[in-house]
């Protein structure tokens, strides 16, 4: 009897984990597609009752709480994945691409996590991805590469505004990704290379 609940009861943490995967899954995509979808939509997509929905998220804000360290989640995977070997210049330019890809992809969905969380919840996602960064700069001022004349913190600070400002760009229509792919390199180099100046 015993081994009979056991298995029931792993049963429905399986079950609860699947929903609650589907869930945010589809708060992604409705989202992404729909910014004003309602927990209605997204219960629907899940394939999943509203009693459901409630029962692991209270409300529209407690989903977009989640769906924003699920993502953020994805992004350090992917990031933590990358090989940023060779010279500073290098990995930079491979954090870059990576990092700005998944921005991309992202953007709708980031789109409506900055409408409607606080500005600090999503300052404060940033953790490991922020670490990458000034990990990366540090290396880079060390072997003469980067430019110290500025603190890491602002260094940091630029490098997450110029990516969020151009996803921001694209977004509201008034660049294209193709004008970012092409001046994005460019324009993280100019401020950050080192001149007689400023090492």
Known sequence: MLVAQ??????VRSDSTRNREAILAAAADCLTANPAASLADIA???GVGRV??????????DLLHALLHHTMARVES????????????????????????????????????????PE????????????????????????????????????????????????SEIREGRLTEAEVQR????????LLEASNGSS
């Open 6 to 11: 056991g298995q029931r009861e792993r049963a």
């Open 44 to 46: 629907l997509a899940a």
């Open 52 to 61: 459901t929905l409630y029962g692991h998220f209270s409300s529209r804000s």
């Open 78 to 117: 992917e990031l933590a994945a990358l090989n940023l070997e060779g010279t500073a210049w290098h990995a930079l330019d491979t954090l870059v691409a990576s990092s700005w890809k998944l921005l991309n992809d992202l953007n709708a969905l980031r789109g409506v996590i900055e409408r409607e969380l």
């Open 120 to 167: 600090a919840e999503a300052h404060n996602s940033h953790g490991d991805p922020r670490a990458r960064v000034e990990h990366l700069l540090a290396r880079g001022r060390a072997d003469g590469s980067f430019r110290k004349d500025q603190t890491i913190e602002w260094q940091t600070a630029c490098y997450f505004s110029i990516l969020h400002g151009a996803a």
């Open 183 to 190: 001046n994005l390199p460019q324009t993280l180099r100019l």
